[in-house]
């Protein structure tokens, strides 16, 4: 059996889009990780389904599977290039759309200057709702990484997320600490570890060790809350430019009970089949 696929990324951050609206597909865990596999597949860092909207107010279900074959609740840059797929597939003409996942609705819309602008939800602080075993939503929390104290903000974007502030990106230990904080005991369904640099009030470097994917070139949720974390934190003021191994996202977020709103670029590499 044949399928279609297009490889997409945002800034870095690949993918492979499957069109389940006009094909069949049964995506398993087996065939997520074969299909991810950079030596054997297609490769990416995540693999997304577009499917037909099941509730009566969105356009399209958004489904999220990480190289390792685990389901996810969210991708920020797979938001963004969605938007994009389903506009060049012509499967809607409509520049905003409204798209159910696992972590919520979301909004993503074309732009005139071919960028995508993403109503990323409202974030989440409450513990049981990220989840994260803790007694407070305070703002800065302090795990026990490996026997050091590391300090992190604990925010949900639609998926958790654990971001701590350090002094230099290029040096922070994230290959080391980023399996250890994934994997977490106080994160009962893993987190992805962000470790961001503040530059200055509007801008900060970030990098993410992402759940299920290891470290990717960018992470749209973890930029989201790296700088939700941040203006939590007084550190940082809307609207922040996050700056990426991969490239650069603008971020804007006026506070509690507001969405966050992200822009970025989507990229379509190619398309082609696979024998499955």
């Given at each position: 059996?044949?399928?279609?696929?297009?490889?997409?990324?945002?800034?870095?951050?690949?993918?492979?889009?499957?069109?389940?609206?006009?094909?069949?597909?049964?995506?398993?865990?087996?065939?997520?990780?074969?299909?991810?596999?950079?030596h054997?597949?297609?490769?990416?860092?995540?693999?997304?389904?577009?499917?037909?909207?099941?509730?009566?107010?969105?356009?399209?279900?958004?489904?999220?599977?990480?190289?390792?074959?685990?389901?996810?609740?969210?991708?920020?840059?797979?938001?963004?290039c969605?938007?994009?797929?389903?506009?060049?597939?012509?499967?809607?003409?409509?520049?905003?759309?409204?798209?159910?996942?696992?972590?919520?609705?979301i909004?993503?819309?074309?732009?005139?200057?071919?960028?995508?602008?993403?109503?990323?939800?409202?974030?989440?602080?409450?513990?049981?709702?990220?989840?994260?075993l803790?007694?407070d939503d305070?703002p800065?929390?302090?795990?026990?990484?490996?026997?050091?104290?590391?300090?992190?903000?604990?925010?949900?974007?639609?998926?958790?997320?654990?971001?701590?502030?350090?002094?230099?990106?290029?040096?922070?230990?994230?290959?080391e600490?980023?399996?250890?904080?994934?994997h977490h005991?106080?994160?009962p369904?893993?987190?992805?570890?962000?470790?961001?640099?503040?530059?200055?009030?509007?801008?900060?470097?970030?990098?993410?060790?992402?759940?299920g994917?290891?470290?990717?070139?960018?992470?749209?949720?973890?930029?989201?809350?790296?700088?939700?974390?941040?203006?939590?934190?007084?550190?940082?003021?809307?609207?922040?430019?996050?700056?990426?191994?991969?490239?650069?996202?603008?971020?804007?977020?006026?506070?509690?009970g507001?969405?966050?709103?992200?822009?970025?670029?989507?990229?379509?590499?190619?398309?082609?089949?696979i024998?499955?």
């Amino acid at each position: 059996m044949k399928i279609r696929f297009t490889k997409m990324h945002g800034l870095g951050n690949d993918f492979v889009v499957l069109d389940a609206v006009r094909q069949k597909i049964e995506l398993t865990p087996d065939l997520a990780r074969h299909l991810g596999d950079r030596h054997f597949g297609i490769g990416c860092d995540q693999i997304l389904v577009v499917e037909a909207p099941r509730l009566p107010d969105t356009d399209f279900r958004y489904r999220i599977f990480n190289s390792d074959g685990g389901e996810v609740e969210q991708c920020g840059n797979g938001a963004r290039c969605f938007a994009r797929f389903v506009q060049e597939e012509g499967l809607c003409e409509k520049r905003e759309i409204r798209v159910e996942t696992q972590g919520g609705i979301i909004a993503p819309r074309l732009t005139d200057d071919g960028q995508v602008t993403v109503d990323m939800g409202v974030p989440r602080f409450a513990p049981a709702e990220i989840p994260f075993l803790s007694d407070d939503d305070a703002p800065v929390q302090t795990l026990d990484v490996a026997g050091r104290a590391v300090d992190i903000s604990a925010v949900s974007m639609g998926n958790p997320h654990a971001v701590q502030v350090v002094a230099d990106v290029d040096t922070a230990p994230v290959a080391e600490q980023g399996p250890l904080i994934e994997h977490h005991p106080r994160f009962p369904q893993r987190v992805n570890a962000g470790f961001m640099q503040v530059v200055a009030r509007h801008a900060v470097h970030l990098r993410v060790f992402e759940r299920g994917a290891g470290e990717t070139l960018a992470c749209g949720t973890g930029a989201c809350a790296a700088v939700v974390a941040g203006i939590r934190r007084g550190l940082l003021d809307t609207p922040v430019r996050v700056t990426t191994r991969g490239g650069e996202l603008n971020i804007a977020w006026d506070g509690p009970g507001k969405p966050v709103l992200m822009t970025g670029p989507a990229v379509t590499v190619f398309r082609g089949e696979i024998e499955i």
